[in-house]
């Protein structure tokens, strides 16, 4: 069993979603539980019909409306253009009892001038119940034995409805109870991303971005052997590709390293929004329904020591470095102490920090913070505030010996653009490097170029 989870661009249309099946169909032999998002930008659109409920805005909501219902009816129209007359016209009726009970529940909130967490996560439903929905239907129109499971009876949850949690115990129970035995006797199972039910079922989402989430639960569940997430992107890369145009798709890295990058601004998979998947070490593969023969990354929970040097490289543009240089070094503990507690006062976290007897630099995101920081401890210490671009370089070997020398190559490359440290990260799986600013970029391709 594996689990494909599409996100909204890859259900985005009929044509998008045609595709979709054609992906499914090539993995069936692996038994695919299919999960998909709303299409794209629908969840959007039922944030916005929330919103024009509560200001009791009557118009909007019956433009929103129509035009979702529009929207879904021609998807399918597109998908099953070639289909049997009685799925078109069932799944068309089905598409618009969906669109009544929509509709019905805005108008609710009209006339009550009330939107609660609850309700809106009733209205957010309905962009995964529409889109799995007619993809179901396209499974069928394609002679598939298939079966639209609704995930608010297999996800369990409590009742924080805008950012619920799931009971992972009994939502596995109920996985091996519906989905397996249907995955085993090779029929489709589709399900929706983003929503299921507290224990009264009253229906609950996971928060923005959480069909991957819903994945890695779903899969977790059913102890899948890999987890697919279908977007419009080939995996991880290198870099930016829009920062270094030679930037390549890599073929696998691990979850640290992944996470690594993500908090050090690069746009990939962060393994927090797939945490069962990771919890249970299931390796986690990111495709693209828009290059469906290329093989994505394959994100692994156990480390990689396949390559030399650096991996891949991330950028975390305008960081603020704050940097002390104490006046009295014995009295370094004490004055950091003061420092952090400042930092814990005023509710921010530093994204790393350096340090020396005599200097400490904080890294920072908020100018301000740093400013308020840099009053403070005028006294006790010469502060400077710069504005940095942070490098986050990661490998398997970028810690110890062979570390070393790969610290001393990036430093090595990094002095033309004027680094302001060079350094290994906590937990030694990332080097990371500051420059100024305006340097960002440059540096980015510099470091970027070392990678073999
Ligand atoms: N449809 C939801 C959202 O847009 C969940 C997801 O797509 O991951 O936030
Ligand atoms: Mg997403």
């Not at 957010?124 to 394609?142: C, H, Y």
């Not at 400490?360 to 400013?371: F, K, P, T």
Request: negative net charge; contains cysteine; proline residues 3%.
């Amino acid at each position: 069993m594996i689990v494909m989870k599409f996100g909204g661009t890859s259900v985005a249309d009929g044509a998008a979603m045609r595709r979709v099946i054609d992906i499914v169909l090539g993995h069936a032999d692996l038994k695919p539980l299919v999960v998909c998002s709303a299409c794209a930008g629908v969840t959007n659109k039922l944030i916005e019909v929330a919103d024009a409920a509560l200001q009791a805005d009557e118009a909007t909501v019956g433009q929103l409306t129509e035009s979702l219902r529009a929207r879904h009816l021609e998807a399918a129209a597109e998908l099953l253009l070639n289909a049997a007359e009685p799925l078109r016209r069932e799944t068309a009726a089905q598409i618009e009892e969906l669109s009544a009970e929509l509709k019905r529940l805005a108008e609710g909130v009209v006339l009550l001038r009330e939107c609660t967490p609850r309700s809106r996560a009733a209205i957010l439903s309905f962009g995964e119940r529409l889109s799995t929905l007619i993809v179901a239907a396209g499974f069928r129109a394609a002679g598939r034995d298939c079966r639209l499971l609704d995930a608010r009876e297999l996800m369990l949850t409590d009742s924080v409805y805008l950012n619920a949690a799931a009971d992972l115990a009994e939502t596995r129970k109920r996985c091996k109870k519906a989905i397996q035995p249907l995955l085993e006797s090779g029929c489709l199972v589709v399900t929706q991303g983003f929503i299921g039910a507290d224990a009264r079922n009253v229906t609950t989402t996971n928060g923005r971005g959480g069909g991957d989430l819903s994945a890695a639960i779903f899969g977790a569940a059913l102890g899948v052997a890999e987890i697919q997430i279908w977007t419009d992107v080939s995996g991880v890369y290198t870099t930016d590709p829009r920062l270094a145009p030679n930037a390549r798709t890599i073929a696998r890295i691990t979850f640290d390293e992944v996470g690594e990058l993500a908090y050090f601004g690069a746009r990939v998979l962060h393994p927090d929004t797939i945490r069962p998947a990771v919890a249970d070490a299931i390796p986690v593969r990111v495709r693209n329904t828009f290059d469906a023969e290329h093989e994505g990354t394959l994100l692994v929970p156990d480390a990689l020591p396949d390559v030399d040097g650096i991996r891949a490289v991330a950028i975390r543009k305008r960081v603020i470095l704050l940097s002390f240089a104490m006046r009295s070094a014995n009295r370094t503990s004490r004055f950091l102490a003061g420092v952090y507690n400042s930092l814990v006062n005023l509710g921010i976290e530093a994204l790393a920090a350096q340090g020396s007897e005599h200097h400490y630099v904080l890294c920072l995101e908020d100018a301000d913070a740093a400013a308020s920081l840099a009053r403070e401890f005028r006294e006790f210490a010469d502060v400077d505030i710069s504005e940095a671009a942070v490098l986050c370089a990661v490998g398997p070997r970028v810690a110890g010996a062979d570390g070393a020398a790969v610290v001393a190559r990036l430093a090595q490359v990094l002095q033309p653009f004027e680094a302001l440290f060079v350094q290994h990260h906590v937990g030694n799986i990332s080097i990371l490097a500051a420059v100024p600013a305006e340097r960002g970029d440059e540096a980015l391709r510099a470091a970027h170029d070392l990678i073999s």
